[in-house]
């Protein structure tokens, strides 16, 4: 019989693909982690992907899955498409749809109305979500025919502005300075004609604020970029802002482009993770645990104090100021520590090897 492998500990970040779970994303792993060769692994995602999503999906492996609950926490960025004309159920492309408009807003109203969708705001989640509502799932209730009524949360909209030129649509995304440079444009209001101090004060008629003098452009559909706090969703974000311009819309694509201290830039395919079960090398895949606490300051312990630590005993007379650290011996991640007042108090041990075992 063929010795298995040590089971990894670490995150590998997924570019989930649209059409997959992502409790099928952390099967993915499992499955392709034990055709490796590699002994059970306790696997788990930091927050969950809507299946029509794509994008980041971290998912920790082994003792990274004491950190998993910290993604939850995290902030989150989309990139996001609002189709006007039509609202749906689900507000995304795989609903029912349940209410039309003709009215197309204009290109200036959208971005006038992007403001008040920034800072702290309050949005109902869903009514097609994975909350629970009196011991089931409010997607479950709303399938069932259920009327389904949920509470209005507070969450924090850090920034929302175009993902591209609204006028080509599918250019690349715009650099910082060719945002300033649009949103300039966008308030130009002296050589525009045009008062953006509310959405609603720009009809018809009205001179393209892009270019003085031509016709208004209105927008069959936008793509936005959003950096939300935890708890937040896109799809009731696109519902409200469509309100907001006087139409109803939904969401026909959705991306997550960082999840934390995750970027899309460390995200590997589905194709490029499932090498690993044909024996590619795992180590070319996988952050190491402390890529999940990049915020965090490293505390280095000495054996003694890394010893203590591990059988969970308070540490006194220590020299940093208060916050959270790294506890780490060596290169090997010990424990996330309190420290308060000189004291060193356990979070969260990790159970790693030394690096001489």
């Known amino acids: 019989m063929t010795e298995k492998l040590p089971p990894p500990h670490g ?30 692994t306790k696997v788990g995602h930091g927050g ?21 609950g910290r993604m939850l926490d995290a902030s989150k960025i ?35 109305v992007l403001e008040h969708f920034t800072g702290d705001i309050e949005q109902v989640p869903p009514k097609y ?12 209730r709303a399938r ?34 060719d945002q300033a440079a649009l949103d300039s444009r966008l308030r130009r209001n002296d050589e525009a004609g045009v008062e953006l101090e509310s959405a609603f004060q720009i009809t018809s008629g009205r001179p393209d604020p892009y270019d003085p003098g031509a016709p208004l ?39 997550r482009t960082k999840a934390g ?11 490029k993770l499932n090498e690993i079960g044909k024996g590619a090398p795992l180590q070319d895949l996988l952050l190491p645990l402390e890529a999940g ?17 591990r059988q969970g005993r308070v540490v006194s007379g220590m020299p940093q100021t208060d916050g959270l650290y790294l506890a780490k011996l060596e290169t090997v991640p010990v424990a996330l520590v309190e420290l308060s007042g000189g004291t060193m108090k356990v979070v969260r041990g990790f159970n790693l090897p030394d690096v001489a075992e």
Do not use: C
């Open 48 to 68: 969950t992907l809507d299946p029509e999503a794509e994008g980041v999906l971290p998912i920790a492996l082994g003792e990274a899955t004491k950190l998993a």
């Open 129 to 140: 979500s994975a909350l629970m509502v009196d011991g089931k799932r409010a997607y479950d």
């Open 217 to 255: 452009e209105l927008a069959d559909a936008i793509t936005l970029t959003a950096h939300v706090s935890k708890g937040t969703y896109i799809r009731s974000l696109a519902r409200d802002i469509a309100h907001a311009l006087g139409t109803v819309g939904h969401v026909t694509y959705l991306r």
């Open 11 to 40: 995150w590998i970040i997924l570019d989930k693909p649209r059409g997959m779970g992502s409790t099928q994303a952390v099967g993915a792993v499992k499955r392709n982690l034990r055709e490796g060769g590699y002994a059970k």
């Open 144 to 177: 069932a025919g259920e009327e389904v009524e949920l509470k209005t949360r507070a969450i924090t909209v850090y920034d929302l502005h175009f993902s591209r030129h609204p006028r080509e649509g599918g250019d690349p995304e715009l650099q910082s300075s």
């Open 261 to 271: 201290p995750f970027a899309e830039k460390q995200a590997i395919s589905l194709d």
């Open 293 to 309: 606490l990049d915020d965090i300051p490293a505390l280095k312990l000495d054996p003694d104090s890394a010893q203590a630590v």
């Open 78 to 112: 989309y990139e996001f498409t609002v189709q006007f004309g039509e609202e749906t159920d689900t507000l995304d492309a795989e609903g029912e749809v349940v209410r039309t408009s003709d009215h197309r807003p204009p290109m200036a109203a959208i971005a006038a």
